[in-house]
């Protein structure tokens, strides 16, 4: 079992930062696929970016790509979210996801970071709020 907890989340304006946490426990943390993902109001939950915690690899959705920067800290067993130049159409819950499955992490980016149903391990989300 994986116990995943977010933090970071919180109100800005467009144009700023946030740096979203989200804190592994309970079980061997390396060679993980994780992930964040966000869904908002009245829309389906959508992949964000990934990381393969054995190798480093990166995986980013394309609406993200060169504002946000997903990493790790293996000693913290803590990957992060780094998200820059925030847009109001950023704004939803984001939640870490992870699974034993290495390799999912370049599967669903293959397929435009769909397949988040193969994640077995989710947190209960921290809310990003982007004004105009």
């Known amino acids: 079992q994986v116990q995943l907890v977010e933090s970071g989340g919180g109100s800005v304006q467009a144009g700023g930062s946030l740096r979203l946490s989200c804190a592994a426990s309970?079980?061997?943390?390396?060679?993980?696929?994780m992930g964040w993902f966000r869904q908002a109001p009245g829309k389906e939950r959508e992949g964000v970016a990934t990381?393969?915690?054995?190798?480093?690899?990166?995986y980013y959705a394309d609406s993200v790509k060169g504002r946000f920067t997903i990493s790790q800290d293996n000693a913290k067993n803590t990957v992060y979210l780094q998200m820059n130049s925030l847009k109001p159409e950023d704004t939803a819950m984001y939640y870490c996801?992870?699974?034993?499955?290495?390799?999912?992490?370049?599967?669903?980016?293959?397929?435009?970071?769909?397949?988040?149903?193969?994640?077995?391990?989710w947190g209960q989300g921290t809310q990003v709020t982007v004004s105009s």
């Open positions: 996801a992870a699974d034993s499955n290495g390799l999912l992490c370049s599967v669903i980016a293959a397929i435009g970071m769909r397949g988040q149903e193969a994640f077995g391990y």
């Open positions: 309970g079980s061997t943390y390396s060679s993980y696929c």
């Open positions: 990381i393969y915690t054995g190798g480093g690899s990166t």
